[in-house]
């Protein structure tokens, strides 16, 4: 296979006839900002995953921040969240000016650690911030359970799930508020945007009022006692994104056949095992196809198996630099040594490509070159 002829990606947004036409067709709206468009993606994507309202945002990054702000978080408060993920949504935690407080994650799951969290709730504790990692669910009943048992609301962060489903229900469904991403590499892609899900009304209000202001609002003093951000989502936008959740379950599917494939062709991977699914899980649609590699490999080492991916047409990455290691977060305190199965894992978790268009014998390739790239830097065979 040839890098010029036929490159690899790592992800390859699913975008058919009907977007198109779609996105074509919203450009003839007299409203591109916001609008009759949005709003029915968002009654759409309310009724896709199974909750009351939806509320369309740029990022995922920025409907946490609207959650967050909705519940009333702010300065002074703290935050429970994970490290680990690939869209990093705990990011805005501190953009509202909260303190972000790290936990540990499952080493399987890559999901927040409900065992580890009980120890780190405090007086000043507002909130939990869990996520699905790469598409797996985090262990809902356990969060609930401490949600309940110390009055504190649960913020799903779903932006690298859609359409997994635990205990019978889709993610999205498992927090007072639910927070999607639509950039790359989710399986429904508009580019960017994101949307915030919930069923209680006031809440639903209040997203609305901190996202932005409507004209015939200008005048309200309840409305502008809220300073809201402008960040509201393009007609364009939900044109796509109403077009691709249309689709969604046959994009999902097509998904789950490379899937299949990954995991027939690693079966001659020595060491690599299934991806693990957790107790209570029905189903997981990963984001990407992640390996761990094994405990030889270091973050240089897999770096250089990055650099030879790419030197023969496949593009991969390392799948999360957890955040405590970040330069911000080491300034104010975080230092390497304090959550060790995040540490474990982010220095080993490799994402390789997962996309509608990967046919059976470009995964052949892509298993192939990932053994060779394992011996080629000394580490020897990589182990989930």
């Not at 000043?124 to 309940?148: C, I, S, Y």
């Not at 859609?162 to 989710?186: C, E, H, M």
């Not at 060491?271 to 270091?298: N, S």
Request: glycine share 10%; proline share 5%; net charge negative.
């Amino acid at each position: 296979m040839d890098k010029q002829d036929d490159y690899i990606s790592l992800s390859d947004p699913d975008i058919g006839h009907d977007e198109l036409h779609r996105v074509l067709q919203s450009m003839g709206a007299p409203r591109l900002s916001g609008g009759p468009l949005v709003e029915e993606f968002e009654a759409a994507f309310a009724k896709w995953v199974g909750r009351r309202y939806a509320v369309a945002v740029p990022s995922g990054t920025m409907g946490a921040w609207l959650a967050l702000r909705a519940l009333g978080i702010g300065p002074g408060d703290e935050v429970i969240a994970s490290v680990y993920g690939w869209h990093q949504v705990a990011h805005a935690i501190t953009l509202c000016g909260a303190t972000p407080v790290f936990v540990d994650i499952n080493y399987w799951s890559g999901c927040l650690a409900a065992e580890r969290v009980a120890d780190k709730i405090t007086p000043k504790t507002k909130a939990m911030l869990v996520g699905n990692a790469n598409g797996h669910p985090a262990a809902w009943r356990e969060f609930q359970a401490l949600a309940d048992a110390h009055g504190l609301p649960l913020i799903e962060d779903s932006t690298e799930a859609i359409g997994s489903r635990y205990l019978g229900k889709k993610t999205g469904n498992f927090g007072k508020l639910a927070v999607f991403d639509f950039s790359q590499p989710s399986a429904l892609c508009c580019g960017e945007g994101g949307m915030v899900v919930t069923d209680d009304p006031e809440l639903f209000m209040e997203l609305g009022y901190y996202r932005s202001h409507r004209i015939e609002d200008r005048q309200s003093v309840s409305v502008g006692s809220r300073v809201p951000m402008q960040v509201g989502m393009s007609a364009l936008t939900a044109a796509l994104g109403s077009a691709q959740l249309d689709r969604i379950d046959d994009i999902l599917a097509h998904r789950k056949r490379v899937e299949v494939d990954y995991h027939t062709q690693m079966q001659s991977f020595e060491g690599i095992k299934p991806p693990y699914l957790a107790a209570d899980v029905d189903e997981v649609h990963w984001m990407l196809y992640v390996v761990h590699l094994g405990k030889r490999f270091t973050a240089s080492a897999r770096a250089q198996v990055v650099d030879d991916m790419e030197s023969i047409g496949v593009e991969t990455a390392p799948y999360c630099n957890p955040l405590h290691q970040q330069f911000y977060y080491r300034q104010i305190g975080f230092k390497r040594g304090q959550l060790p199965n995040a540490e474990r894992i982010g220095d080993r978790a490799l994402a390789l490509p997962l996309h509608a268009h990967l046919d059976e014998d470009q995964i052949m390739f892509i298993v192939k070159s990932l053994k060779d790239a394992s011996v080629n830097v000394g580490a020897g065979a990589a182990i989930y």
